[in-house]
């Protein structure tokens, strides 16, 4: 015998590990019938749809965020009205402190004092003919019954300013 058939023969049954060979072994020597499994039931799918009410409540939310926006842009815009009607304003009340100084300068009480005396006859008067009246009480003024001298009044100071 050679070398190799004098040793015993090592070898390996790799077939007992396989479960599958011993599943149908064990069933094929049990003496109670295998009873056969059924298919299983498909499994239901769910149809994975969009309801209606989450459109709904997805179109609010953009409606509101569209809302929110504008309402900024609108927001920005009148605040920027508002920044230019006060600069406006602010230039409106320098004018108006320049043109009310140019109006003082061009009154001279001089020059009317000068009118009333050559074109009206009005003399200045004396400290002594001078009389203030306490209109606090119940003392009243009477009017003028002249109606020529009030219309000569009134047609002297409409010639000085008008």
């Known amino acids: 015998m050679d070398a190799v058939s ?3 023969a090592i070898g390996m049954d790799l ?4 479960r599958r060979t011993r599943v149908r072994e064990a069933v094929a020597g049990d003496p109670v019938r295998a009873v056969p499994v059924a298919a299983p039931k498909p ?3 769910v149809k994975l749809g969009v309801s209606p009410v989450s459109v709904l409540l997805f179109m609010f939310m953009i409606c509101g965020v569209l809302f929110v926006v504008f309402s900024y842009a609108q927001l920005s815009a009148l605040n920027g009205a508002i920044t230019r009607t006060a600069g406006e304003l ?3 009340a320098k004018e108006q402190k320049v043109l009310t100084a140019a109006l ?5 009480l001089d020059e009317i004092s000068e009118i009333a ?3 009206f006859g009005f003399v200045k008067l004396d400290r002594r ?3 203030y009246v306490d209109m606090s009480g119940k003392e009243r003024a009477e009017v003028l019954t002249n109606v020529s001298l009030i ?3 009134r047609d002297g100071v409409s010639g000085i300013f008008g």
């Open 6 to 8: 004098s040793t015993p």
């Open 15 to 18: 077939a007992r590990f396989d």
């Open 43 to 45: 499994i239901a799918r």
């Open 90 to 92: 602010q230039t409106a």
């Open 104 to 108: 003082e300068s061009r009154i001279k």
């Open 117 to 119: 005396v050559r074109d």
């Open 129 to 131: 003919q001078i009389i």
């Open 151 to 153: 219309n000569k009044i």
